[in-house]
């Protein structure tokens, strides 16, 4: 788990529920630590040492590089990883989600990819509004509404590939369907660009159309703890993108799924 989760709901809240039930969790920082790739020894930047070898299970909430490399030699060593390191790498991605996602016939917006944001001119005319999306960004960071083509012209952006996703209009909140294994649930939440920071979350009932596209999302990418990203159009609900370990915002029975989702899937190493 990376520093930027410390002071977050989740997924303290689940390493909490572990704890009560006197499961042993040791949380492992990668930002600023160090890791023998030989002996398996892992130390984080206060000196603590840690030995990824003896767990029964991997949870990962991070999408740091050295965080990702300690998931990747747990499941070379037949270790339980949630979400597995494959899993993560499909989705940390933008570019090569957004080709999976179309490859599959998921619905999904109008998306272009370039080499770079010039290249966009006289593509995207039939779309604006579009939004630039960081091929690794999350956490909505990176992310750049362009409304026409002169504020293209003056966008400064520095990716490995350009991500140009058509806007789609909404009453101000995007549906969100959070997974934890074959448990799906949908939210409206409010939207970044458009909705009101302060708005309330609101439950939505499961359909089996959404139920089904969530499902669909997490078997293409290997996924169990996962969220997708969708807005409501006149077509229906369209994929924007899928995250790993989302942060399971207005659903308080999160937290103990994901404990027993978590304890199971751990005792199926013991």
Same mark, same amino acid.
């Given at each position: 788990m990376e520093s930027r989760y410390l002071n977050q709901h989740m997924p303290i809240a689940v390493i909490n529920a572990l704890r009560q039930r006197d499961i042993v969790v040791d949380i492992i920082n990668p930002v600023g630590g160090v890791f023998d790739a030989n002996q398996g020894m892992f130390t984080d930047g206060s000196g603590q040492c840690f030995d990824i070898s003896v767990y029964q299970a991997i949870v990962s909430r991070n999408r740091n590089a050295l965080g990702l490399a300690l998931l990747a030699f747990a499941e070379s060593?037949?270790?339980?990883? +949630?979400?597995?390191?494959?899993?993560? =790498?499909? %989705?940390?991605?933008?570019? @090569?989600?957004?080709?999976?996602?179309?490859?599959?016939?998921?619905?999904?917006?109008?998306?272009?990819?370039?080499?770079?944001?010039?290249?966009?001119?006289?593509?995207?005319?039939?779309?604006?509004?579009?939004?630039?999306?960081?091929?690794?960004?999350?956490?909505?960071?990176?992310?750049?509404?362009?409304?026409?083509?002169?504020?293209?012209?003056?966008?400064?952006?520095?990716?490995?590939?350009?991500?140009?996703?058509?806007?789609?209009?909404?009453?101000?909140?995007? +549906?969100?369907?959070?997974?934890?294994? =074959?448990? %799906?649930?949908?939210?409206? @939440?409010?939207?970044?660009?458009?909705g009101d920071s302060q708005a309330s979350i609101q439950r939505v009932d499961m359909t089996e159309h959404l139920f089904d596209m969530a499902i669909k999302c997490g078997e293409l990418f290997g996924l169990n703890i996962y969220g997708v990203d969708t807005v409501e159009s006149k077509e229906g609900p369209m994929v924007i993108e899928v995250n790993d370990f989302p942060n399971y915002s207005g659903l308080p029975m999160a937290t103990e799924l994901l404990a027993d989702y978590i304890e199971l899937s751990a005792q199926s190493r013991s």
């Open positions: 060593m037949g270790m339980v990883t +949630l979400n597995s390191h494959s899993a993560v =790498q499909k %989705v940390r991605n933008k570019a @090569k989600m957004a080709i999976t996602l179309g490859r599959a016939g998921i619905a999904t917006p109008p998306t272009l990819l370039a080499d770079q944001v010039s290249c966009l001119n006289g593509h995207v005319k039939d779309y604006y509004p579009i939004i630039l999306k960081a091929t690794y960004g999350d956490n909505c960071q990176g992310l750049q509404l362009v409304r026409n083509a002169e504020a293209l012209s003056e966008i400064q952006w520095e990716s490995d590939v350009t991500l140009a996703q058509q806007y789609l209009p909404n009453d101000g909140y995007d +549906l969100k369907l959070y997974v934890i294994n =074959q448990h %799906v649930f949908a939210i409206r @939440k409010p939207s970044p660009f458009s």
